[in-house]
């Protein structure tokens, strides 16, 4: 194949003696016990990946002891109690464990090589993400084996799993347990926003993109807009189970469908969450195994935008049962059936691609094919389920169960390992098993469709769903025996992927192998620094339209060859045009992110058993590692002048303000912030228009005077004002005068906080009362957390002041710390409106 030329080499000559090896040093990994340690994003995802895949097969066991109990009528091997366990644990591992942290694993692995990057741009952030995410989700998989597992369902509804129903710590263990997955998502996906944004290769346009990268970084936006809604929901609920706030108690005010309308506004854009990147990589392996480029590239990256967005206008696709009124439901039903349009242009994409090529008998190419028959019927069956009056007989049978399990395997494990088998040969250094892989593909593809279409007919024939046993002479025998059957198949098929895995993979650096001839840059040399040198990109295969181009990387005939300060570095470029800008110093290996992992994952898990000193101890460990591996990692200045990358270019390798990588994370994360927010603000909302004007707030609610509050907005406006004054003291150079402005900012927020609590306390409003007080307490608390790591950021910046490691040049901790300051305060301000205005509005 032909195509457009890169242009002449950057450093055409032979490269200086020396230079490989100074960066084989620099990127030179830990052995032997510190081998967690290491934050090479290329370790960091093969770890991520093997973590996930073993809590597919954990999750995969339990899902076999469910379907033995089903197997016959009136079975008594699996009592109800443990069955419950069994299902919500399944359900739980599966779509957190599993499904999101998989994803995120081969994006965290493929991405730095498909953009010919040297590392993402925040690789302790990836390797603190996988720890926590190990850690912490093996001990909440343990939890099955001494009867404390959750119980209410992976969707955990009130009032099933309010403290009057399940009073034991079942649901907390995954009220609380799940933080630190949503925590180990979040940063993930800041790490591969940022990383798709600022870390491609020269001339790599958006429009030149592998489109594995589009999907990703819509996969990562989604998160970042749906998870915020999850994780206030077990806010809510926690708070509710621990201390009597009644946000979901109907008896005080409060709405169980609150809970659901916040889970399902993460649940249903979950699916697409894990499907889009599937769908990326069935994008990236299809051209190669027929041999032909990519059929309507713009149009696959703009449906995955697409379905992306549409997703978030499908929750209530899950509430039809719920009693909503009918012009919700009909909004609903055509968003459900909307959102089947961008799906349908990849498909149809797929299937012109696979016309226009000469497919090859190769295990990925099997996978692919068995996924696009397998999510296509799970497809249809979407399209029946969104009609509201079909929805309403099968909601709840195993009609669901099937159609969730024909998208859900259909759409994501397929892909999955048809990518093990494809990309295999990057790590392992050689390709996997064809005749296992083989052998797998029809265990597996004859036992998915002989377990899960059976259940279509089941499900129609009246089975609920999440029922440990049926009576017998129903006609279910049949059907429930052919699903377990299908099941053990299914099962042999996966132990065979397995075993071919355990045979075949090892944990290399391959040298240029690239078996099934690919066109995308994961495919050049790779080393521990991934590409010797970074290519300027000028088309969608530049391995297919320039065949010398792995051997000038590998002989360091292109940018950054070598490590130009001794340092690991990865290169910096602008968001559209990949232009370079900049070379980062990105850290090597360390202990701070494994001892935050454990401190973070520990806080969650004593606070599951109520063990609230320990907790303590846990999170001041946490923090205080955090601290530790900020305190050495940011703000290290110009170590060096510009530095030359080949072809003449010279580069800063430190810069502030905009461009600077770790401003574009905190802006990512205040976007998360700002949507729980919005959470916070849908809540009083909600439960003022199911309460009635009359209920909210209740007969005999007193507020404070409006003297009180506007005094604490005075106050917190003013912190923002005295933060802002430390900007032309830090110009200036008055460090003395800098630390006393921070401190006088941090004041005047607690100082306003608190009067705006005292004055709610004051007037009589309790939270336990009535869900309006728990609602304004709960904007309290959101507001304290904020005043807590106000005042951690506030007291290390004011300490690197006093340790001169601020100035007009190394500024990014004031800028960010700044940037966060300005966000709460206004924050606080938005939140305090809607205490003391809000209210007075509806009064009114």
């Given amino acids: 194949m032909s195509g457009p030329s890169a242009g002449p080499l950057p450093n055409p000559l032979p490269r200086p003696d020396g230079e490989l090896a100074a960066l084989e040093r620099a990127w030179e990994g830990p052995r032997g016990w510190r081998f967690p340690t290491e934050v090479n994003n290329a370790w960091i995802g093969v770890?991520?990946?093997g973590t996930a895949l073993l809590f597919f097969v954990l999750a995969g066991l339990l899902a076999l002891l469910m379907r033995v109990q089903l197997s016959v009528a009136e079975n008594d091997l699996i009592g109800h109690d443990l069955y419950n366990q069994l299902f919500t644990?399944?359900?739980?591992?599966?779509?957190?464990?599993?499904?999101?942290?998989?994803?995120?694993?081969?994006?965290?692995?493929?991405?730095?090589?498909?953009?010919?990057?040297?590392?993402?741009?925040?690789?302790?952030?990836?390797?603190?993400?996988?720890?926590?995410?190990?850690?912490?989700?093996?001990?909440?998989?343990?939890?099955?084996?001494?009867?404390?597992?959750?119980?209410?369902?992976?969707?955990m509804n009130p009032p099933l799993t309010s403290k009057q129903y399940s009073p034991g710590v079942n649901a907390d263990f995954w009220l609380l347990g799940i933080g630190f997955i949503e925590i180990s998502a979040i940063a993930g996906a800041i790490e591969i926003i940022i990383g798709i944004l600022r870390n491609r290769a020269p001339g790599m346009t958006l429009a030149r993109m592998p489109i594995f990268a589009w999907a990703m970084l819509v996969f990562a936006g989604m998160i970042v807009f749906a998870f915020p809604a999850v994780i206030w929901g077990t806010?809510?609920?926690?708070?509710?189970?621990?201390?009597?706030?009644?946000?979901?108690?109907?008896?005080?005010?409060?709405?169980?469908?609150?809970?659901?309308?916040?889970?399902?506004?993460?649940?249903?854009p979950e699916v697409y969450i894990i499907f889009l990147p599937a769908a990326g990589m069935v994008s990236m392996i299809l051209p190669t195994m027929v041999r032909a480029r990519l059929l309507g590239y713009g149009l696959?990256?703009?449906?995955?935008?697409?379905?992306?967005?549409?997703?978030?206008?499908?929750?209530?696709?899950?509430?039809?049962?719920?009693?909503?009124?009918?012009?919700?439901?009909?909004?609903?039903?055509?968003?459900?059936?909307?959102?089947?349009?961008?799906?349908?242009?990849?498909?149809?994409?797929?299937?012109?691609?696979?016309?226009?090529?000469?497919?090859?008998?190769?295990?990925?190419?099997?996978?692919?094919?068995?996924?696009?028959?397998?999510?296509?019927?799970?497809?249809?069956?979407?399209?029946?389920?969104?009609v509201v009056p079909f929805d309403w007989q099968v909601h709840d049978t195993h009609f669901i169960v099937a159609h969730l399990h024909y998208v859900l395997i259909g759409g994501m494990v397929f892909p999955l390992i048809a990518a093990l088998y494809y990309w295999a040969p990057l790590p392992a250094g050689r390709p996997l098993s064809k005749r296992l892989g083989t052998a797998a593909f029809w265990l597996l593809f004859l036992g998915i469709n002989l377990t899960f279409f059976p259940m279509h007919i089941s499900g129609l024939m009246g089975m609920p769903r999440r029922v440990y046993t049926y009576p017998a002479g129903m006609g279910l025998d049949l059907w429930n025996q052919l699903s377990t059957a299908g099941a053990?198949?299914?099962?042999?098929?996966?132990?065979?992927?397995?075993?071919?895995?355990?045979?075949?993979?090892?944990?290399?650096?391959?040298?240029?192998?690239?078996?099934?001839?690919a066109g995308t840059l994961e495919w050049l040399p790779q080393g521990s620094y991934a590409a010797r040198s970074i290519p300027r990109v000028s088309s969608l295969e530049p391995l297919w339209d320039d065949p010398a181009l792995p051997e000038q990387v590998r002989q360091g005939q292109h940018f950054l060859p070598g490590t130009a300060t001794g340092r690991r570095e990865t290169l910096v470029t602008s968001p559209l045009e990949a232009e370079p800008q900049y070379v980062a110093i990105i850290p090597g290996p360390g202990w701070a992110h494994v001892i935050a992992a454990i401190g973070t994952a520990g806080f969650f898990l004593s606070l599951t058993v109520e063990l609230v000193w320990l907790a303590a101890v846990f999170g001041a460990v946490a923090v205080a590692a955090m601290l530790h591996w900020l305190w050495t990692g940011t703000d290290l200045g110009?170590?060096?002048?510009?530095?030359?990358?080949?072809?003449?270019?010279?580069?800063?390798?430190?810069?502030?303000?905009?461009?600077?990588?770790?401003?574009?994370?905190?802006?990512?994360?205040?976007?998360?912030?700002?949507?729980?927010?919005?959470?916070?603000?849908?809540?009083?909302?909600?439960?003022?228009?199911?309460?009635?004007?009359?209920?909210?707030?209740?007969?005999?609610?007193?507020?404070?005077?409006?003297?009180?509050?506007?005094?604490?907005?005075?106050?917190?406006?003013?912190?923002?004002?005295?933060?802002?004054?430390?900007?032309?003291?830090?110009?200036?150079?008055?460090?003395?005068?800098?630390?006393?402005?921070?401190?006088?900012?941090?004041?005047?927020l607690l100082l306003g906080l608190g009067v705006d609590l005292l004055a709610l306390w004051?007037?009589?409003?309790?939270?336990?009362?009535?869900?309006?007080?728990?609602?304004?307490?709960?904007?309290?608390?959101?507001?304290?957390?904020?005043a807590a790591a106000a005042t951690v950021m506030a007291l290390y910046l004011a300490a690197r002041i006093g340790a001169g490691?601020?100035?007009?040049?190394?500024?990014?901790?004031?800028?960010?710390?700044?940037?966060?300051?300005?966000?709460?305060?206004?924050?606080?301000?938005?939140?305090?409106?809607l205490t003391h205005l809000f209210p007075r509005g509806l009064w009114a």
Avoid: K
């Fill in 488 to 517: 053990v198949i299914a099962a042999a098929g996966i132990a065979v992927i397995v075993w071919d895995l355990i045979r075949n993979f090892r944990v290399t650096n391959h040298a240029g192998v690239n078996p099934d001839g």
């Fill in 47 to 49: 770890l991520y990946l």
């Fill in 638 to 748: 110009p170590i060096h002048d510009q530095v030359d990358i080949g072809g003449g270019l010279r580069l800063p390798v430190y810069v502030t303000g905009r461009e600077a990588v770790g401003q574009w994370a905190m802006a990512v994360l205040l976007i998360v912030d700002g949507v729980i927010f919005a959470c916070l603000a849908f809540t009083h909302g909600y439960l003022w228009l199911v309460g009635g004007d009359a209920a909210w707030p209740p007969a005999g609610t007193a507020l404070p005077d409006l003297a009180a509050p506007a005094l604490a907005a005075a106050l917190v406006a003013a912190s923002g004002g005295a933060m802002r004054l430390a900007e032309p003291l830090l110009r200036r150079g008055h460090s003395g005068l800098m630390i006393l402005a921070v401190l006088a900012a941090l004041a005047l």
């Fill in 300 to 386: 696959v990256a703009m449906a995955l935008v697409g379905t992306g967005f549409l997703s978030f206008g499908l929750w209530v696709h899950h509430m039809y049962a719920t009693g909503i009124p009918p012009l919700s439901l009909s909004f609903f039903s055509a968003a459900s059936f909307a959102v089947a349009v961008p799906t349908g242009i990849q498909v149809f994409a797929w299937i012109g691609t696979i016309a226009l090529g000469r497919p090859r008998a190769a295990v990925p190419m099997l996978f692919i094919l068995g996924f696009l028959f397998i999510f296509v019927l799970g497809g249809l069956t979407g399209v029946m389920v969104a």
């Fill in 762 to 786: 004051r007037a009589g409003l309790r939270p336990t009362a009535h869900s309006f007080g728990a609602a304004i307490y709960a904007n309290q608390f959101w507001q304290g957390l904020h």
């Fill in 805 to 833: 490691l601020i100035d007009p040049v190394r500024r990014l901790t004031f800028d960010n710390v700044r940037l966060f300051w300005s966000y709460t305060a206004v924050q606080a301000l938005a939140g305090m409106a």
């Fill in 235 to 268: 806010i809510l609920l926690e708070l509710e189970r621990a201390f009597d706030w009644p946000f979901f108690r109907a008896e005080r005010g409060g709405d169980p469908l609150l809970w659901q309308h916040l889970f399902w506004f993460f649940g249903h």
């Fill in 89 to 155: 644990t399944h359900g739980t591992v599966m779509m957190f464990l599993f499904a999101v942290p998989a994803m995120e694993a081969m994006g965290v692995y493929l991405l730095p090589a498909m953009l010919a990057a040297r590392d993402l741009p925040f690789p302790r952030l990836s390797a603190f993400a996988y720890w926590a995410y190990a850690i912490g989700g093996l001990v909440f998989f343990s939890s099955i084996f001494y009867g404390a597992a959750p119980d209410g369902g992976w969707f």
